[in-house]
């Protein structure tokens, strides 16, 4: 029997996939079918994506931007299904018993303003300033109103560490995670959890949209996965962004008043971000095997058997030093990851239950996750990979929490170039503004 959960939502599908008493079914339910591709200005363009499609001499082309979710030509049909969804009400929504500081409760009251005007809002706020507690009372209101939520970032680990969050917070709703890797099939629930490039799959489908990490990569300056977001919100909806280091887009909207904003440069435990020290190395990291001045601090960490991350510009460079390290420390445990690595999640939980006293990876891991009480190097914190933002991002991966706020953060270089220059004086400026 089919379950109509999997299909309603304001989902899309390429409609030759859809049995016709399947196709039929979701028509009485209030889907609509519509070619796969429209014109505008003799350009033709997906209706899936928004992108345009190449010119071809041929009489049918396909979209080559979307094609990972399924390939659709200009000879398809799509169907998108209702999203007019109504859910049952629950007597509590809403199970935390935290407590927000006087920062997050003046960002709460901004958030339920947005909310009520159906204005789109940016949370710009540190990293650790506790930007998830403050959606709460947010998501609380619209599922209230019986609307839908969709929480989505760029990165796969930032929704794998967020969905547990949100199950224990709101433990009567239905809450879905669906992205690329994941097992789990799509089903209509009150909250999804789903990468960025999910959003692809669906048009009209939200009342509210939280967008984490709106500043990272996939999603920075891809005009795909921003037209995704403005497609899957409905005409009422309205969209959060939540970002340590907003884009220049995002703040001359602010100015212009499309968009109405919250700052917070105070991290929730009260305690200032830790300023990197930095530390210029004549040599390469791999002189003498591991340079010297860098095995000082080694030395120190792994006879205070201290958890340690170190962010790699590279996957080659982690992995030459992955073998020093190994040869120098044999008593070090430790693991590597990348976007490469298909072991990546396994690893990175390995580390976050202390299996392991050291993850190596490269900027994957530069935002949306968190441990406690770690040490932070950045080596070749001079490389090109390395932007402002990203060095800004690591650097907040440490302090996290409120008994070891003054972890150590170190930056590691053979230049002093002007991507430390300005992520250390942004650090100091957003800690003096706490200070005033």
């Not at 796969?36 to 928004?50: D, N, P, S, V, W």
């Not at 049952?88 to 005007?117: C, D, K």
């Not at 799959?201 to 984490?212: G, H, M, N, Y």
């Not at 706020?405 to 270089?413: I, N, R």
């Amino acid at each position: 029997m089919t379950n109509l959960n999997e299909y309603l939502g304001g989902k899309i599908f390429n409609a030759k996939e859809l049995t016709p008493d399947l196709k039929k079914i979701l028509l009485d339910q209030g889907a609509m079918q519509t070619d796969a591709t429209y014109q505008i200005k003799g350009e033709r363009y997906c209706r899936r994506c928004l992108m345009r499609l190449p010119q071809k001499s041929g009489k049918y082309s396909y979209c080559r931007h979307c094609i990972n979710l399924g390939k659709i030509s200009s000879r398809d049909a799509l169907l998108i299904t209702s999203s007019d969804v109504v859910f049952p009400v629950q007597e509590e929504y809403l199970s935390w018993n935290g407590v927000l500081t006087s920062n997050q409760q003046r960002g709460v009251h901004e958030l339920l303003n947005a909310f009520n005007s159906h204005k789109d809002h940016l949370v710009w706020a540190v990293t650790g300033a506790g930007k998830t507690e403050m959606i709460f009372p947010l998501i609380e209101q619209a599922l209230i109103k019986q609307q839908r939520v969709a929480i989505c970032s760029p990165r796969v680990d930032v929704c794998i560490e967020l969905f547990p969050r949100l199950q224990k917070v709101f433990p009567k709703t239905t809450i879905g995670l669906f992205h690329g890797k994941s097992l789990e099939r799509y089903h209509l629930t009150k909250i999804a959890v789903m990468t960025i490039h999910q959003l692809i799959r669906f048009e009209k489908a939200f009342d509210v949209l939280i967008i984490d990490e709106v500043d990272s990569y996939p999603l920075a300056g891809n005009q795909m996965l921003h037209q995704a977001i403005k497609k899957s919100k409905k005409d009422m909806g309205m969209t959060i962004y939540l970002s340590a280091t907003p884009p220049k887009k995002l703040l001359q909207k602010v100015e212009k008043g499309q968009i109405t904003l919250t700052k917070l440069y105070q991290r929730f435990h009260g305690h200032p971000l830790p300023e990197p020290h930095c530390h210029l190395l004549f040599k390469e990291i791999n002189f003498l095997g591991i340079n010297p001045r860098l095995r000082l601090k080694l030395n120190q960490i792994v006879n205070n058997h201290q958890r340690l991350m170190i962010f790699f510009p590279s996957i080659s460079v982690m992995e030459k030093f992955a073998q020093k390290l190994g040869k120098y420390y044999p008593t070090l445990s430790f693991v590597s990851v990348s976007s490469l690595d298909k072991k990546r999640l396994e690893k990175v939980q390995q580390f976050r239950e202390h299996q392991v006293q050291a993850i190596l990876t490269t900027t994957i891991l530069e935002r949306g996750v968190t441990f406690k009480r770690v040490i932070v190097l950045v080596l070749n914190a001079d490389a090109k990979e390395f932007s402002r933002t990203s060095l800004i991002q690591i650097a907040g991966r440490a302090g996290r929490d409120k008994k070891y706020f003054d972890d150590e953060v170190h930056y590691y270089y053979r230049y002093y170039n002007l991507q430390i220059h300005q992520a250390c004086r942004e650090i100091r400026y957003l800690n003096q503004q706490v200070k005033k």
